[in-house]
């Protein structure tokens, strides 16, 4: 996979988590409009943050147990409002489309390594699919394989075979199904396919 594929995925990751961020502040302003006491709890909790790092740096570990009791009763309070009006507890939150890696492509794991997210993943590999030319495996597969377009008459002179097209092609498609079936047999030789496009 070219690094541009991967460089270019990412700018749409950014651009996506930036929209839901600034989809967030918009819905933010107009119910802080609607509902004051939501935007003096914000409030309240930012100003909490700052307080509590102040006091963690002047080694005042007391403050940070009050931290989490005052954080835990406002988000209480903030929830009672929601709900009170309707809003689901999630409405003060970004609206990412993957909620495992916020729209970044990346998800820290338990050994704080960062590792690609699934969604980003399943992006990379349909862009392979579709450039492999196999997208419409649904429609052409072996099972949609029609072998009765093929004549079953033997012409040797022009087909250099003492078979008709037709079986031979069976043979092909039967050769092939073995190939599958034994992929993962480091003993199955490759299949090498030539000729013009078209050529039966």
Known sequence: MPKEILEDLLKEYEQKKIRAELDLEKRKEKLYTKIPALKNIEDELNNLAISTAKNILLNNNNSIQDFKNKVKELNNKKLEILKNNNLNINYLKPNYE???????????????????????????????????????????????????????????????????????????????????????????????????TGLR
């Not at 338990?110 to 649904?138: H, R, V």
């Not at 099972?143 to 043979?171: A, G, H, L, M, V």
């Open 98 to 196: 993957c909620k495992l890696c916020n729209d970044t492509g990346y998800i820290t794991k338990n050994n704080y390594k960062s590792e690609m997210c699934s969604c980003l993943k399943q992006k990379l590999l349909n862009i392979s699919f579709n450039k492999s030319n196999i997208s419409n495996l649904d429609k052409e597969n072996f099972s949609t394989f029609n072998e009765n377009i093929f004549s079953d008459k033997i012409n040797i002179e022009e087909y250099k075979y003492n078979i008709s097209p037709r079986q031979n092609i069976i043979n092909i498609k039967n050769n092939c199904i073995r190939f599958v079936e034994n992929f993962d047999n480091p003993e199955t030789k490759n299949l090498l396919f030539t000729g013009n």
